[in-house]
């Protein structure tokens, strides 16, 4: 099992960064309809963590570095950033505006200790402590407040999305790498993985998935909405999800594959340069 898995992180990373990145492209529509909550934030947060993931997926395939890791946490904590803003716009819409930027400071904190100590582990547990869990667990809050249409379509759309940054909170803001930090010495990848037989990552790939899922039942629809349009928004879009996700599936296995060869021709030169250098003489003197 940990071999399928090892050997699948790409496309997981694939589709976990797709769906946040077309829970941006929603969130643009939604700002457009519905000005009464700061849908740019959560947009922002979709479009900055989708990307951080897809940094992820490429790491996997052309290597890693203390620098690259420490950009692709700096690139995390930022899309964390945005998404309590998101809750903080929200929180802040009629009364006056309090604990404006708060967590600016525990950021910077976090990132002076990560870079001095060169301790990504510790950092990347912490940004996911501080802001990882409070921002996803507020952002579900949120959009509960919000799920009042009178649509039944759409009230279950943002309740699938509000449950689905819920446990996205879980998911992303308790299971961290395992670090020097209480409880990430107990709770972290390697042991959530020994109890459950996959990685976490799964579980957030299919957060993101359900909260995309969700936004997009809650987009409103237009007035006198014609046949052609509802079966545009039914069925096409769905279908190009699928298609884009196989052509995912077929790029990450056909650029797994071309690593595997590389690999294996680069093995075989090295073998038989090693293999050059054995004299036919000392071989029989042994």
């Not at 999305?161 to 409880?183: C, D, E, H, R």
């Amino acid at each position: 099992m940990a071999s399928f898995w090892s050997q699948n992180f790409d496309y997981l990373y694939f589709v976990y960064g797709l769906s946040f990145v077309l829970l941006a492209s929603i969130c643009i529509i939604l700002r457009r309809a519905d000005r009464t909550i700061a849908w740019q934030w959560l947009g922002l947060f979709g479009i900055v963590h989708g990307i951080n993931e897809w940094l992820d997926m490429l790491a996997i395939s052309v290597g890693d570095s203390f620098y690259f890791k420490l950009t692709r946490l700096v690139i995390m904590a930022l899309s964390y950033v945005f998404l309590l803003e998101f809750a903080r716009r929200w929180y802040n819409r009629n009364r006056p505006a309090i604990a404006a930027y708060w967590y600016i400071f525990p950021l910077l904190i976090l990132l002076a200790i990560g870079f001095v100590d060169r301790n990504i582990n510790w950092f990347n547990a912490a940004s996911r402590y501080v802001l990882g869990f409070a921002g996803s667990l507020l952002a579900g809050f949120v959009l509960l407040k919000t799920a009042c249409p009178a649509d039944c379509k759409r009230r279950f759309g943002v309740i699938l999305a509000a449950g689905s940054f819920l446990t996205y909170a879980l998911a992303t803001g308790l299971v961290v790498p395992k670090a020097a930090i209480f409880p990430a010495t107990c709770l972290n990848y390697d042991s959530f993985f020994a109890v459950c037989g996959f990685p976490v990552q799964l579980i957030r790939m299919l957060c993101a998935l359900t909260a995309m899922t969700g936004l997009w039942l809650y987009l409103p629809r237009p007035v006198n909405e014609t046949a052609s349009q509802r079966i545009l928004h039914k069925l096409v879009s769905p279908a190009i999800f699928i298609i884009v996700i196989l052509l995912g599936w077929f790029a990450t296995e056909w650029r797994g594959k071309s690593l595997d060869s590389d690999l294996r021709d680069r093995l075989l030169m090295d073998t038989m340069s090693i293999a050059g250098t054995i004299s036919p003489e000392q071989v029989k003197q042994l």
